[in-house]
């Protein structure tokens, strides 16, 4: 059974560094094709795709925000995080990790998601 | 504004059929798979459709996916109140190196 949680602070103040963790059990990351995803959505809008960490170590961000994501990910402990520095009050939203495998990057498998306030 | 482009809603009465575009161009939709998801209201999404057509396991087959060019469409059949949610679709654009989904279409079963 393949499980993704995510985890992290809940409220931050405009200009701290968020950082969210996401616990994952399942599937290995060292499987072929195998990445973990990032993805937000503020209340009542639509998805965005934030970052992606594959199997081959590659790190895909997206190009709006690039300059302010960092994924990492701890394999001996199941784990990927997302950094995102200078949160503003537009960055309110629900914060999915997800499961992608295969051409094009659809998201298998979801996590519950967590809502993240920015306000001070 | 989203890359890839869907109608912000639809609406169809119960067991009815009903469609859903997502347009795109050659630098994403054009040049890869296509996958859709189903997100009912407070939850995660969740995915209906991967590579074009294809149904994961457990999946309906009232819902269907297709692809021509640059556009990709979701279709699903027999409608249920069960199915009103936000779809979105998604893909890998090559030019931006980026995921992109579409602006999310709000399904109503009338």
């Known amino acids: 059974q393949i499980t993704l949680k995510e985890s992290g602070p809940t409220l931050v103040k405009p200009t701290q560094t968020l950082t969210l963790t996401c616990t994952f059990s399942g599937f290995s990351f060292s499987t072929s094709g195998v990445a973990v995803g990032w993805i937000r959505q503020p209340p009542g809008k639509a998805l965005e795709w934030l970052a992606l960490?594959?199997?081959?170590?590659?790190?895909r961000y997206s190009p709006s925000l690039k300059s302010r994501l960092t994924i990492t990910k701890d394999t001996s402990k199941s784990q990927v995080f997302l950094r995102m520095t200078k949160m503003d009050t537009v960055d309110t939203a629900t914060y999915y990790c997800?499961?992608?495998?295969?051409?094009?990057?659809?998201?298998?498998?979801w996590g519950q998601g967590t809502l993240v306030t920015v306000s001070s | 504004q989203s890359v890839l482009t869907q109608p912000p809603s639809v609406s169809a009465a119960p067991g009815q059929k009903v469609t859903i575009s997502c347009s795109g161009s050659?630098?994403?939709?054009?040049?890869?798979?296509v996958s859709w998801y189903q997100q009912l209201p407070g939850t995660a999404p969740k995915l209906l459709i991967y590579d074009n057509n294809k149904r994961p396991s457990g999946i309906a087959d009232r819902f269907s996916g297709s692809k021509s060019g640059t556009s990709a469409t979701l279709g699903i059949t027999g409608l249920q109140t069960g199915d009103e949610a936000d779809y979105y679709c998604g893909t890998w654009d090559r030019s931006l190196s980026a995921v992109v989904f579409g602006g999310g279409t709000k399904l109503t079963v009338l």
């Open positions: 960490f594959d199997w081959n170590e590659d790190k």
């Open positions: 997800a499961l992608a495998l295969g051409s094009g990057w659809p998201f298998w498998y």
């Open positions: 050659s630098s994403n939709i054009g040049n890869n798979y």
